[in-house]
C-alpha cells in the first residue's frame, strides 16, 4: 500500500509559476514511477509528467519545456514545478504512484486565471 497527498495547488494567473508536492508514505520500496496527471472540466484525465525509479522523465507534449518533475527520496516527495502557466493548464492535479498497484492522491486545484 502507498499513500500519497498532494499540496501546493491554487490560483495564479497566466504566466505566473506554482509547485505541486506530493508527499508519498507507505511500501516506498515498491513505487516504480510516480506521476503526476490533471483531468480538465469534461475532459479525461491526462498524464502530464512522469518520472521512473532510473530518474527517466516524460512530459506530455502540451508541457514540454514549461513544467519539471523531480523526486526527492530523503523527503519521499515528488514534486511539479509549473511555469509560465496558460489558462488551459486549469485543472485538478493528481499524484500517482505506480507499485504494485495504482495508487492515487486527493487531487489539487490548480486555477489558472487570464
Known amino acids: 500500500q502507498v499513500q500519497l497527498v498532494e499540496s501546493g495547488g491554487g490560483l495564479v494567473q497566466a504566466g505566473g509559476s506554482l509547485r505541486l508536492s506530493c508527499a508519498a508514505s507507505?511500501?516506498?520500496?515498491?513505487?516504480?514511477?510516480m506521476s503526476w496527471y490533471r483531468q480538465a472540466s469534461g475532459k479525461e484525465r491526462e498524464l502530464v509528467a512522469r518520472i521512473t525509479s532510473d530518474g527517466t522523465t516524460i512530459y506530455a507534449d502540451s508541457v514540454k519545456g514549461r513544467f519539471t518533475i523531480s523526486r526527492d527520496h530523503t523527503k519521499d516527495t515528488t514534486d511539479l514545478q509549473m511555469n509560465s502557466l496558460k489558462t488551459e493548464d486549469t485543472a485538478i492535479y493528481y499524484c500517482?504512484?505506480?507499485?504494485?498497484?495504482?495508487?492515487w492522491g486527493q487531487g489539487t486545484q490548480v486555477t489558472v486565471s487570464s
Open positions: 500517482n504512484a505506480f507499485a504494485l498497484g495504482d495508487y
Open positions: 507507505g511500501r516506498l520500496f515498491t513505487i516504480k514511477a
